[in-house]
């Protein structure tokens, strides 16, 4: 009883604060602004998202139509391996590509799996860019990654993008995505922020409650229910994290409300510091929408308690009404 309290006091203090502050939209492509304004203590802004685009001074691509997925974003030297010329029966000189390339398929549920081959790039981080939404990525032992993504619009454009600025480029199309609706939350680092989705009046623990801890498999969608998916390598240094919930707004399981929150634990980590998010919502093939959150968390005589916003999303409707 007294967890549920401090989250219900701390909680309701905050929402005032999101209540009077302004939703703002953007029909462009948003991109994750973190951390650049510094509220006074205890206040939370939301703010309206800058235009995310990658900074490589030196590219020069055209995207490819969308039939052809696979294109390079940057287009390094090629590393070489040679066998000394005098060596009896030396092997032919080898050259190895360095060009990281990504490929890009659309499965069910409006999800795309990207491929990316960067055999120069051995366990590296790198981030991988959609509509606004960033994550951080990690390659394997072969410079590998394969990753499922849902998409954000139907022309889907992915980049997967290293530290040095080198990449690649891929587009899917994905006319599925008309079916569902979509919510993102972002952040970096050790925000401690997380999505709820409470389906047709479900309480905290209940079976219609989505979130990390009970996030369901994408075949829920062939239920009438949400599911979650969280994208991101957390162990990556001051990684991009997400969590997006995806709900069969074409078939619902019943008429009435899905309410979408976001929850903030007060951790030794984010204690009387700034901690910043951003949420993108799709309502089928619309144009997303974003909404900038910066929140300074109360001093480290609050550990363990939890703050609730409840206004970084639109709760979703069945059937929608106008």
């Not at 685009?53 to 020069?60: D, H, I, K, Q, W």
């Not at 390339?101 to 790198?126: E, H, I, K, M, W």
């Not at 480290?300 to 916003?309: K, M, P, Y």
Request: hydrophobic residues 45%; charged residues 15%; negative net charge.
């Amino acid at each position: 009883m007294s967890f549920l309290r401090k989250t219900l006091t701390i909680g309701s203090t905050f929402t005032v604060a999101l209540c009077i502050g302004f939703v703002m939209q953007n029909e462009n492509a948003m991109a994750a602004r973190f951390g650049e304004d510094t509220p006074e203590d205890y206040t939370v802004s939301i703010q309206t998202p800058t235009l995310w685009a990658p900074e490589v001074a030196t590219a020069s691509f055209e995207l490819p139509a969308f039939e052809t997925p696979e294109v390079p974003m940057m287009v390094p030297q090629l590393a070489a391996a040679v066998m000394p010329d005098a060596a009896v029966g030396a092997a032919p000189q080898v050259e190895i590509s360095c060009t990281p390339s990504l490929g890009a398929q659309t499965g069910d549920f409006a999800l795309v799996r990207l491929s990316l081959n960067a055999s120069c790039y051995p366990s590296t981080a790198l981030t991988i860019h959609h509509q606004g939404m960033i994550f951080t990525a990690t390659t394997d032992a072969a410079g590998q990654l394969l990753v499922d993504v849902p998409a954000l619009t139907e022309h889907a454009i992915f980049i997967a993008e290293f530290a040095n600025g080198y990449g690649a480029v891929a587009i899917s199309e994905v006319p599925e995505l008309a079916q569902y609706d979509r919510a993102v939350l972002q952040w970096k680092g050790e925000a401690a922020v997380s999505m709820h989705a409470f389906e047709f009046g479900a309480n905290f623990g209940d079976t219609g409650h989505v979130w990390s801890n009970s996030p369901r498999s994408a075949f829920a969608a062939d239920e009438g229910q949400g599911f979650l998916m969280k994208l991101g390598d957390n162990s990556a240094e001051n990684a991009h994290l997400a969590e997006v919930y995806t709900f069969p707004a074409s078939e619902p399981s019943q008429d009435g409300t899905v309410e979408l929150s976001t929850e903030a634990v007060i951790t030794a980590n984010n204690c009387g510091q700034d901690v910043a998010a951003q949420s993108i919502q799709v309502n089928g093939a619309a144009l997303p929408d974003a909404v900038d959150l910066t929140l300074r968390m109360p001093d480290c005589s609050a550990i363990g308690d939890i703050i609730v916003l409840k206004n970084m999303f639109q709760d979703l409707q069945f059937p929608i009404r106008s």
